[in-house]
């Protein structure tokens, strides 16, 4: 929640106009920050989606460790991974939005793509939070955000899971880097894109490792689908 006012602040401090002047003590701030939000009416599209995409993740948060407290686990094999992705999910945000801010260096800030790529990346950070959420609500209880494997829990292959192997981190990506293009700076969606693939690579390495070891059929189920894009990777 913290992580979400602050980006949500730090947002407004980037697009508000000059007339807009915020109390010193930081709870006023913060306060004013969310109404002018609300009520505003240079509010866009970008923003509701960004609202949503920060929401999404709570709930995804809160949804999992009410599932997880449920379980009984037999491997907990996470190695620090869940902290790799909290860390790349921040930081994408952070490094979308200081590529266009005044703190950027001029050579950088004015590396932008054309007016239109800011109704793509919307659509495209849309999609994404989509696909996490029903990727989500698919595996049920069997998803959680550290790698684990519980007792009753079984290989699920159905629904987006018979085309991918993780089409939760497919929108995770693909929301991070929506919102990159609809800001349109393009040094932010380069260093977007590498740093969400490598993070997530290293996670999927520990989880499919887990995964080989618990369920014998996986090697099969992994030569019938695609990692992350369907016939693309």
Same mark, same amino acid.
């Given at each position: ?55 999404? &993740? ?85 998803? $959680? ?61 520990? &989880? &499919? ?15 019938? $689908? ?8």
């Amino acid at each position: 929640v913290a992580i979400t006012v602050v980006l949500l602040s730090w947002n407004f401090n980037i697009m508000m106009p000059p007339f807009v002047v915020f109390p010193t003590k930081r709870i006023a701030y913060f306060v004013e920050v969310s109404l002018y939000f609300i009520l505003s009416s240079t509010t866009s599209i970008f923003n509701v989606l960004l609202m949503c995409l920060l929401i999404s &993740e709570i709930f995804i948060f809160f949804y999992t460790r009410s599932k997880q407290n449920r379980t009984e686990k037999i491997d907990t094999r996470d190695l620090g991974t869940k902290w790799l992705l909290y860390l790349n999910f921040v930081f994408c945000l952070i490094i979308s939005f200081l590529c266009i801010s005044q703190k950027a260096p001029f050579c950088i800030r004015e590396l932008t793509l054309p007016a239109y790529f800011a109704k793509i990346g919307m659509l495209i950070t849309a999609v994404g939070i989509c696909i996490r959420i029903k990727a989500v609500l698919t595996l049920k209880k069997a998803f $959680t955000l550290n790698v684990q494997i519980s007792k009753e829990q079984q290989l699920i292959t159905n629904g987006m899971y018979k085309f991918v192997r993780h089409p939760a981190y497919t929108g995770s990506i693909l929301s991070l880097l929506g919102v990159s293009i609809a800001l349109k700076n393009i040094p932010a969606i380069l260093i977007v894109a590498i740093c969400s693939f490598v993070c997530y690579q290293i996670r999927i390495n520990v &989880e &499919e490792a887990v995964l080989q070891k618990y369920f014998k059929e996986y090697n099969l189920y992994k030569e019938k $689908t695609y990692k992350l894009f369907p016939y693309i990777y």
